[in-house]
């Protein structure tokens, strides 16, 4: 069955058929967007990693800064898409 039922919580169980092929797995997050026809269409969304380090105050302008490893390329790249959401 190719069918899901929406539940009182806003809650749906997707077909096998369709997990099987977005290649989803348990806890992924799914972005989902409506088109002007009502059709529903839904993208998997790339996980996050967290870098090792921590958030830490410097003492002289109070200024919060990550305390961590990280190559020039990707403070370059964390630079220029700084105001970017996660589902663009």
């Known amino acids: 069955?190719?069918?899901?039922?929406?539940?009182?919580?806003?809650r749906?169980?997707?077909?096998?058929?369709?997990v099987a092929a977005a290649r989803l797995q348990l806890n992924?997050?799914?972005?989902?967007?409506?088109?002007?026809?009502?059709e529903l269409h839904g993208r998997k969304l790339t996980p996050t990693g967290t870098r090792a380090g921590r958030i830490e105050?410097?003492?002289n302008n109070g200024m919060m800064f990550w305390r961590g490893a990280?190559?020039?390329?990707?403070?370059?790249?964390?630079?220029?898409?700084?105001?970017m959401?996660?589902?663009d």
């Open 12 to 18: 749906i169980s997707l077909p096998n058929d369709v």
């Open 57 to 59: 105050s410097d003492p």
């Open 70 to 83: 990280i190559t020039d390329a990707e403070a370059e790249t964390a630079a220029l898409n700084a105001n």
């Open 1 to 10: 069955m190719n069918t899901s039922v929406l539940t009182s919580k806003n």
């Open 28 to 38: 992924d997050e799914i972005y989902w967007t409506v088109d002007r026809q009502g």
């Open 85 to 87: 959401s996660r589902h």
